[in-house]
């Protein structure tokens, strides 16, 4: 289901956690990882509410505090869920109605290895390059879901996209 506010997605995510277990909170790396050097700092900040990467470097999705702390493909990737609550950041997918296709944000994409040229192989990667390697990454965080997954999108045009194909949850 798409959810229309980043709320929405987080409360049916929390309540799916409550009723079924295995519900987390995932998402691309469009925000810093500032609690690294600051404790008190919240490293994403959607609509007003603040949150945390986690923290855990090792099975995070079974830690007691996964729920309140968001998860990346890092920490998701060989797990399944019963409800994973994608949030997706403004990395990707601006999504451009007029020409009907997405666009990666490579200045909103911060994981620098995953952006990063390979000057010994020679390989530079291109804008093209960067989307396929980011929408791959929500596509994982997408597919873990046993019974269902929320979405929300932080780009409005995208968000409006995403209705077009997948249900509302309010």
Not at 150 to 167: G, K, Q, S, W
Request: hydrophobic share 40%; net charge positive.
């Amino acid at each position: 289901m798409v959810a229309l506010s980043y709320q929405t997605a987080a409360t049916a995510t929390t309540a799916a956690a409550s009723r079924s277990g295995l519900a987390r909170l995932v998402a691309g790396y469009a925000w810093e990882g500032k609690t690294r050097t600051d404790k008190t700092a919240y490293d994403i900040v959607i609509d007003g509410c603040q949150l945390r990467w986690n923290s855990v470097a090792t099975d995070w999705i079974a830690t007691p505090n996964s729920l309140d702390k968001v998860g990346s493909i890092h920490t998701v990737q060989g797990y399944d869920l019963n409800y994973p609550g994608v949030i997706i950041g403004p990395d990707l997918l601006r999504f451009a109605a007029a020409e009907g296709r997405r666009f990666v944000a490579r200045g909103s994409y911060l994981d620098k290895k995953g952006k990063g040229n390979n000057l010994r192989l020679g390989k530079t990667y291109s804008d093209d390059d960067l989307l396929r390697f980011v929408s791959n990454i929500y596509a994982v965080l997408l597919t873990r879901g046993i019974q269902g997954t929320y979405v929300y999108a932080c780009d409005p045009a995208l968000r409006a996209h995403l209705l077009e194909f997948i249900p509302s949850s309010g």
